[in-house]
T-cell receptor, first 109, second 115 residues
């Protein structure tokens, strides 16, 4: 399983884009990159996932480098409700998620 | 669908007592997971089932912990006897193997306090 590295914390101004980096330099060719977030003490919430191509959905965009060794989750217009811990996970099977420490994102007014 | 349902939401018990946590996955989901979250250890995968069969229980901390899934709509996580270090939030999650979105849905969690 590829190990992922994320900064422990980040701040972002409300209304601005939040760019959360993740390093997964040992990722294998069949491992997907998943992003989840956890708001306060709620259960984790799926955000997005991708393999090689950049992905976008209603919540966020995922940019994966060409060598797939790192990725960036982009929240285009962060709001106070986006304050949460964001987890980046590299896995082959979606049914075996292992969560690391994540990045604590604080969106400030 | 109501999402993944867990009960109770809060449980306070005394050391040595048996604790049973319950989970109802989303209808049609064939994978079910149990996680534990603490400040010290973060979110840990304890065990997961596929079609009611335990697939990987390597995360179960010790023999005091056991999990069952008697049918597709119900699972339990039991701790007997409970200890103060078992205090944590326990999450249940489910997913369907046929899901194109590969999204794992989590329940609201059970906050367990063992005194």
């Amino acid at each position: 399983d590829a190990k992922t590295t994320q900064p422990p914390s980040m701040d972002c101004a409300e209304g601005r884009a939040a760019n959360l980096p993740c390093n997964h330099s040992t990722i294998s060719g069949n491992e997907y990159v998943y992003w989840y977030r956890q708001i306060h003490s709620q259960g984790p919430q799926y955000i997005i996932h991708g393999l090689k191509n950049n992905e976008t959905n209603e919540m966020a965009s995922l940019i994966i480098t060409e060598d797939r060794k790192s990725s960036t989750l982009i929240l285009p217009h962060a709001t106070l409700r986006d304050t949460a811990v964001y987890y980046c996970i590299a896995r082959v099977f979606y049914n075996d998620m292992r969560f690391g420490a994540g990045t604590r994102l604080t969106v400030k007014p | 669908d109501a999402g993944v349902i867990q009960s109770p939401r809060h449980e306070v018990t005394e050391m040595g007592q048996e604790v049973t946590l319950r989970c109802k996955p989303i209808s049609g989901h064939d994978y079910l997971f149990w996680y534990r979250q603490t400040m010290m250890r973060g979110l840990e995968l304890l065990i997961y089932f596929n079609n009611n069969v335990p697939i990987d229980d390597s995360g179960m901390p010790e023999d005091r912990f056991s999990a069952k899934m008697p049918n597709a709509s119900f699972s339990t996580l039991k701790i007997q006897p409970s200890e103060p270090r078992d205090s944590a939030v326990y999450f249940c999650a489910s997913i369907t193997g046929a899901s194109a979105g590969n999204e794992q849905f989590f329940g609201p969690g059970t906050r367990l306090t063992v005194l």
